[in-house]
């Protein structure tokens, strides 16, 4: 699945029913985010087209399957939130890294919250979607190994794997969703807390034994 922003810009184009049809595009896609990040989660195709100032007919014809509107408005949130190639100041001490890591991803995930409650309300319904979380898990995973990439790389090579299972969990979006929707914390108590576990984490995978062993 591709996690992309909007399409091509063709607003030079000659041929206006393409710019035309573009922009319409383009609407119907962003107020498809709109609505969920106001906490629609799951915003029906009346409530779309109506919003965006089009006939629901205008709609199904970019979009002849809802499922392809919530993917391209899912993508869209993606492009905005993640940046994969982001760079990681590697000198930054371990425990100033630690605590940048968690306050970047407390606020992204944060803003980022509604989303994650509408895919997984229609990943039944937009099988891609349900892709995309899979594909978005495993770069959130790749961008804990660059941020800890000097300490990992000294472990043992049987002992990374474990170490880097237990960072991913730790600075999961499962852990943020824990502490805001079932813990009901407030974004600050959250944030809080999470900086309070992350840190004892990161203090046990890369000190004493764990350096020279299989991490428990």
Known sequence: M?????????????????????????????????????????????IIASIAGVPATVLFQHFPRLADLYEAAFDLSVSRAFDPDRPVDRAVPLAKRTALLVSDRAQTFEQWLPVWHFAQRVCGVAPAVGRGIAHLRQQLRERVAVWFAVELDALE????????DSLDVAFGFERWMNMRDRLRLSPMNASRTWRFEAESIVQRAFTGPRQSGVAA
């Open 2 to 46: 591709k996690i992309v922003g909007f399409p091509v810009d063709v607003s030079l184009s000659q041929d206006g029913r393409i710019v035309g049809g573009q922009r319409i595009r383009q609407s119907l896609v962003q107020t498809t985010l709109d609505l969920i990040q106001a906490g629609d989660v799951e915003p029906s195709p009346a």
């Open 157 to 164: 090579p049987r002992a990374r794997e474990p170490v880097l």
